[in-house]
């Protein structure tokens, strides 16, 4: 048997594709998880605006993913990544969400009023707030699965010769 570690002598943490992946999972769960719930419990429609149906939600949701992965993916590639930047990418992720919703509810015909109407439910019935919060756990999370240092489990008697 060998004493060697796989991962060698100082592990580094989740790799970065899958430190990412965690990430991106997490972030679609928490938010698919959080308005549902929002909607259940506030017995509210996320978007209940006339003209506008489920498209511009599920591009505004791929969107999201896509800034999250974007902004996420140069700083999970460093070796000891910063909390700061998937804070901004949290940001930035919530803010790509209502603009693609806008911009996809106007192009599908539903009109300028009513894709504003759209982004304006958004924003103040709290599912900007769900957004939001679910992209600053998954990119702390995935940061944090980065940075940290944890070693496998050794018990006593590995390590010892047979013979």
């Known amino acids: 048997m060998s004493d060697r570690d796989p991962r060698g002598e100082h592990p580094s943490g989740v790799s970065p594709p899958l430190a990412l992946v965690i990430a991106i999972v997490s972030f679609t769960a928490l938010t698919i998880l959080g308005l549902g719930m929002l909607s259940y419990f506030a017995d509210i429609d996320i978007i209940s605006v006339e003209g506008i149906g ?4 599920i591009l505004g949701m791929a ?58 439910q958004l924003v103040t019935r709290g599912s900007s707030v769900v957004v939001l919060l679910a992209a600053v756990v998954a990119g702390w999370t995935a940061v944090a699965l980065r940075r940290t240092r944890a070693r496998p489990p050794h018990w006593p008697w590995e390590g010892e010769q047979d013979g």
């Open 54 to 57: 489920l498209w511009p939600g």
């Open 63 to 120: 969107a999201a993913v896509a800034v999250l992965t974007g902004i996420l993916w140069p700083q999970l590639r460093r070796s000891h990544p910063d909390y700061g930047p998937a804070t901004i990418a949290a940001v930035l992720t919530t803010l790509a969400h209502l603009a693609s919703v806008w911009i996809f509810a106007a192009v599908g015909g539903a009109g300028i009023v009513h894709a504003s109407a759209a982004v304006s």
